[in-house]
């Protein structure tokens, strides 16, 4: 058995794994999917939340576990899940990024995420400066996020998405050679994905070289469209 910690991307909550997780408790393992600050039923003010509120709030959860854990993120999970690395490097077994924001030390998401020109987020964007936050623009977020799910599926994730804070976006990751790069990492990419493109992935995860390469043809949530196939590439990493 081993133990999975799942983190959600920008706008989502652990609700988006409920496909996932009843099928990796089914095959034997531990799985923790929680809200990160400001998101799901977690009632946080975006104003109030940095990249240090999720990295913090992580931390507590893997401090929980009685073993190292596959720690895996979701899109801007990615930034969480390699400063959590820098923290408890201990409490880790395998970090793998599911089409998630593999930065190298000092970059930020947004500063990737703008260079990423395939990409159908950044000019969908809404920005409240009041609020500290950002949304996207209702009748993209089908084609940005969800383009091969099931009408039901994107209606459900529509209800539950809650605006982005901004400023964990805008945080630069500080990671070191000592404790970061010495975790295995794994990249699961999606082909078809038009929230972070292939492109943009596959630049990502040559930068920082993982140790294995897992590709899936699916758009950027296969939590949603492709549960089996993914929780078939989580329980099988390394065989």
Known sequence: ????VLIHGAW????????????????????V???????????????????????????????????PVYLVGHSMGGIVISQVAE????KIKTLVYLTAFLLQNGESLSQ??????????????????????????????????????TDTDVAQAKSLLRPQAF????????????????????????LRDKAISPAIQKQMYTALPCQQVISMDTSHSPFF???????????????
């Open 1 to 4: 058995m081993s133990t999975y």
């Open 12 to 31: 989502h909550g652990g609700w988006c794994w409920n496909k996932v997780v009843p099928l990796l408790e089914q095959a034997g393992h531990k799985v």
């Open 33 to 67: 999917a929680s809200d990160l600050p400001g998101h799901g039923d977690d009632k946080t003010s975006p104003s109030e939340i940095l990249l240090h509120s999720y990295v913090e709030h992580v931390c507590q959860l893997l401090k929980a576990q009685s073993e």
């Open 87 to 90: 923290y408890q490097p201990d």
């Open 112 to 149: 990737v995420a703008q260079g990423d020109t395939e990409s159908l987020f950044p000019p969908n964007l809404i920005i409240n400066e009041a609020q500290g936050s950002c949304t996207v623009r209702e009748d993209a977020i089908k084609d940005i996020f969800y383009g091969d799910c």
């Open 167 to 190: 400023a964990p976006l805008n945080t630069p990751i500080n990671i070191t050679e000592e404790k970061f790069n010495q975790l295995p990492r794994i990249y699961i990419e999606c």
């Open 225 to 239: 469209s492709a549960p089996e196939k993914l929780v078939e590439h989580l329980t099988g990493l390394y065989n």
